[in-house]
């Protein structure tokens, strides 16, 4: 049973730390989300990638976020510095074509 | 851009009743239209998924209605169980490109 595999689960860590997520989408899916859940806003849309590439990173505080895709195995998600405002869920999502998307199990980061 | 709103924000049923949640979107450009629930701790998983070329869609217990003419589409679960409780997101997208637009999500439970 293939699916989204996120790592870490949980991350908590002093302001200004830089943080690292990643997400190893399904293999074979060549678009990948970058997600942002909290209670106030929802699922706002950070990025997403199609074949590895870029498509739009407008959701993303540009200061201080920053979406990649190393290879097809691997995205990440990283925000330097943090702040406590970054405390949210952060999923990673990838699928087969632009409209069904495979969601992770999240990343849950605290920053203090 | 797409602006999706779901109520209600919380639902308490019956098992073995209906369960009803409402979605509008915006963007008369908006031709899918995917459900997505979330158990706790979890990340979302698409349960069913509509699109502008068909007006209802039925799976077991769960249906979507869409209405483009009145911009709003509906997920209907019929003889609820408790392991229906979830929080529920609808969503837009006008294809090619654009992104999923999510609702904030409806907060369903069902009482034993």
């Known amino acids: 049973d293939a699916r989204v595999t996120q790592t870490p689960r949980h991350k908590v860590t002093e302001m200004g730390q830089e943080v690292t997520m990643r997400c190893q989408p399904i293999l074979g899916h060549n678009t990948v989300f970058w997600y942002r859940q909290t209670m106030m806003q929802g699922l706002e849309l950070l990025a997403y990638?199609?074949?590895?590439?870029?498509?739009?990173d407008s959701g993303m505080p540009k200061d201080r976020f920053s979406a990649e895709m190393p290879d097809a195995t691997l995205a990440t998600l990283k925000i330097q510095p943090s702040e406590p405002r970054d405390s949210a869920v952060y999923f990673c999502?990838?699928?087969?074509?632009?409209?069904?998307?495979?969601f992770g199990p999240g990343t849950r980061l605290t920053v203090l | 851009g797409e602006n999706v709103e779901q109520h209600p924000s919380t639902l308490s049923v019956q098992e073995g009743d209906s369960a009803v949640i409402k979605c509008t979107y915006s963007?008369?450009?908006?031709?899918?239209f995917p459900w997505y629930k979330q158990e706790l701790g979890k990340g979302p998983q698409l349960i069913i998924d509509i699109r502008s070329n068909v007006g209802e869609k039925k799976d077991q217990r769960i249906a979507v209605t869409l209405n483009k003419t009145a911009k709003h589409f509906s997920l209907h679960i019929t003889e609820t169980q408790p392991e229906d409780s979830a929080v529920y997101f609808c969503a837009a997208s006008s294809g090619g490109y654009q992104k999923v637009t999510f609702g904030i999500g409806t907060k369903l439970q069902v009482i034993p």
């Open positions: 963007d008369s450009a908006s031709n899918y």
């Open positions: 999502a990838s699928g087969p074509n632009w409209h069904e998307q495979f």
């Open positions: 990638f199609r074949n590895r590439a870029p498509l739009d």
